[in-house]
Structures are given as structure tokens and as C-alpha cells.
């Protein structure tokens, strides 16, 4: 499988981005989906993902409220509306099938995009 993502930048804090990512080689509905995001030097944090069964949304603590994920399985895309951005936010956003946290609710086969890079300047 194949991930690609698309949409990162640079924005002022307050602002917004959005973020896609692209799927093929495998049936996405099949396939939970979600969003990662790492500082370099720091762990990978699962920030978002939405289930392939039912279409739960889970969503960090630190997003909350000002991200929203969202799939289209007929495009095979995966999107992330990212608003009122803060400096912390900086990071590398990847796409991948196998999010972690979440209680496990989104892990699957280790698909992976190679990311797109978010900053936010203060």
C-alpha cells in the first residue's frame, strides 16, 4: 500500500491548513486511517484517525476542538482540517494506517506516507 500526503506549509498561529493524503494498492475502506504527527527528537504522537468499521473518530487532547478528520472512500483520501494552528503544532504530519494510541482502535498494517511538513510561527 501507498500513501502519499499533500497540503502542508508555513502559516502565521491562528491560522489553517489542510492536509490530504492519498491512498492506493490496497481497499482503503477496509482500512482504518489516521494522522501522526513528530517533532524531531521527540515520539510520534497519533493525533487523529477514523475506523474502518464504523467510522469512529478519535481525536489527542492537544487537537481537540480544532482539528477534524474526515475520509472519503470512494476518492480513497483521508483529510485533516487543521484550524487556529499554534507554534506547537510544528511538527512532520504523516498519514498512515496504523495509528497509534487511541486504544488501539486504529492499528492496522504499516502503511505509511512520508510525511508533510506543518510550521507555525508565532
Known amino acids: 500500500g501507498q500513501l502519499v500526503e499533500s497540503g502542508g506549509g508555513s502559516v502565521q498561529a491562528g491560522g489553517s491548513l489542510r492536509l490530504s493524503c492519498a491512498a492506493s494498492?490496497?481497499?482503503?475502506?477496509?482500512?482504518?486511517i489516521g494522522w501522526v504527527r513528530q517533532v524531531p527528537g521527540k515520539e510520534r504522537e497519533g493525533i487523529s484517525c477514523v475506523t474502518d468499521s464504523d467510522g469512529s473518530i478519535y481525536y489527542a487532547d492537544s487537537v481537540k476542538g480544532r482539528f477534524t478528520i474526515s475520509r472519503d472512500n470512494a476518492k480513497s483520501m483521508v483529510y485533516l482540517q487543521m484550524n487556529n494552528l499554534k507554534p506547537d503544532d510544528t511538527a512532520i504530519y504523516y498519514c498512515t494506517t496504523d495509528t497509534p494510541g487511541f486504544g488501539g482502535a486504529c492499528l492496522g498494517p504499516d502503511y505509511w506516507g512520508s510525511g508533510t511538513q506543518v510550521t507555525v510561527s508565532s
Open positions: 494498492g490496497f481497499f482503503f475502506p477496509d482500512y482504518s
